[in-house]
C-alpha cells in the first residue's frame, strides 16, 4: 500500500507495470512514469486503464529524438497551408459547458474508458472541435467535442466521419493557452486568400500529454474545411 506524505501519487516503474491496477485500487488518483522507461504504446495503455478507473498520468522526462523533433517544428516559420484531408473516423463525447480544460479531459477520457471497455480499434490519438462560433468570438480553447480517430466499427455508435476535402492548416507549437496567435494566423490568411471558412475547427494532438510531460513541447494541427 502507498505511504508517506502524498499517498494519493504513486511513481511506476518500468518493472512495476503490473502493479498498475493495485494502486488504483488503494487510492492512488495520479500516476507519475518516466517517459524514457515506456514506449509510446505502453504510455497509452497506462492512460488507458488510468482513465477507466478516474485516475490521472503525469509523464516526466524527454528523450533526444523528442527535442529534435519539438526543435525541428519551432524553428521553422509556421505557415498557413492548404492541405487535402483524407477520410478518418472519429470516436466523439460531447464537452459539458464551461468547456474548460477540466470538462475536455473529462470527456476525452470518456473515449478512452469507452474504447478500453468495448476494445474498440482506436489510434493513440486525441482532439477537439472547437465552434467556428467560439473562434469568431475569441473563445479558441472552448471546444464542444472531443474525439480519438479509430478505424470503422459497429461496435459504437458515437462515431462521426472526418470527410475528404481542402482545409486551411497551421501547427500551433506550445501550451494550449496560447493558441490564439494561431488562429489569429490562420484566419488572417484565409481573409487574405479570399477563401470561405464552411465547418468547425478541428484540432489534432501530434505531441501531446502521452507522449511529453512539457506542455512547452506541445503540437496540435489546427485546420478549417475552407472553400
Same mark, same amino acid.
Given at each position: *500500500?502507498?505511504?508517506?506524505?502524498?499517498?494519493?501519487?504513486?511513481? @511506476?516503474?518500468?518493472?512495476?507495470?503490473?502493479?498498475?491496477?493495485?494502486?488504483?485500487?488503494?487510492?492512488?488518483?495520479?500516476?507519475?512514469?518516466?517517459?524514457?522507461?515506456?514506449?509510446? %504504446?505502453? &504510455?497509452?495503455? &497506462?492512460?488507458?486503464?488510468?482513465?477507466?478507473?478516474?485516475?490521472?498520468?503525469?509523464?516526466?522526462?524527454?528523450?533526444?529524438?523528442?527535442?529534435?523533433?519539438?526543435?525541428?517544428?519551432?524553428?521553422?516559420?509556421? %505557415?498557413?497551408?492548404?492541405?487535402?484531408?483524407?477520410?478518418?473516423? $472519429? @470516436?466523439?463525447?460531447?464537452?459539458?459547458?464551461? #468547456?474548460?480544460?477540466?470538462?475536455?479531459?473529462?470527456?476525452? /477520457?470518456?473515449?478512452?474508458?469507452?474504447?478500453? *471497455? =468495448? %476494445? @474498440?480499434?482506436?489510434?493513440?490519438?486525441?482532439?477537439?472541435?472547437?465552434?467556428?462560433?467560439?473562434?469568431?468570438?475569441?473563445?479558441?480553447?472552448?471546444?464542444?467535442?472531443?474525439?480519438?480517430? &479509430?478505424? /470503422?466499427?459497429?461496435?459504437? /455508435?458515437?462515431?462521426? $466521419?472526418?470527410? /475528404?476535402?481542402?482545409?486551411?492548416?497551421?501547427?500551433?507549437?506550445? =501550451?494550449?493557452?496560447?493558441?490564439?496567435?494561431?488562429?489569429?494566423?490562420?484566419?488572417?490568411?484565409?481573409? =487574405?486568400? #479570399?477563401?470561405? &471558412?464552411?465547418? =468547425?475547427?478541428?484540432?489534432?494532438?501530434?505531441?501531446?500529454?502521452?507522449?511529453?510531460?512539457?506542455?512547452?513541447?506541445?503540437?496540435? %494541427?489546427?485546420?478549417?474545411?475552407? #472553400?
Amino acid at each position: *500500500k502507498p505511504r508517506g506524505l502524498f499517498p494519493q501519487i504513486a511513481v @511506476l516503474g518500468r518493472n512495476s507495470v503490473g502493479a498498475l491496477h493495485q494502486l488504483v485500487h488503494f487510492g492512488v488518483k495520479v500516476v507519475v512514469i518516466d517517459r524514457a522507461h515506456f514506449p509510446r %504504446e505502453q &504510455i497509452a495503455e &497506462i492512460a488507458l486503464a488510468l482513465a477507466e478507473n478516474g485516475a490521472d498520468l503525469v509523464i516526466n522526462g524527454n528523450n533526444q529524438e523528442q527535442l529534435e523533433h519539438v526543435k525541428a517544428f519551432h524553428e521553422q516559420n509556421q %505557415e498557413v497551408t492548404i492541405k487535402e484531408v483524407r477520410p478518418k473516423y $472519429l @470516436l466523439w463525447a460531447d464537452i459539458e459547458r464551461p #468547456q474548460t480544460f477540466r470538462e475536455i479531459s473529462i470527456a476525452t /477520457k470518456k473515449c478512452f474508458s469507452q474504447a478500453l *471497455k =468495448d %476494445e @474498440l480499434p482506436i489510434y493513440f490519438q486525441t482532439g477537439v472541435i472547437v465552434p467556428y462560433k467560439h473562434i469568431l468570438e475569441e473563445r479558441y480553447t472552448e471546444a464542444s467535442v472531443a474525439f480519438i480517430p &479509430i478505424e /470503422k466499427t459497429k461496435k459504437a /455508435k458515437n462515431i462521426r $466521419l472526418l470527410p /475528404k476535402g481542402k482545409a486551411a492548416s497551421i501547427y500551433h507549437c506550445g =501550451d494550449y493557452l496560447s493558441v490564439d496567435r494561431s488562429y489569429k494566423k490562420l484566419l488572417e490568411y484565409c481573409k =487574405d486568400q #479570399q477563401l470561405t &471558412i464552411v465547418s =468547425d475547427s478541428y484540432e489534432f494532438c501530434i505531441n501531446d500529454y502521452i507522449t511529453s510531460g512539457d506542455e512547452n513541447e506541445y503540437i496540435t %494541427e489546427i485546420f478549417f474545411y475552407v #472553400q
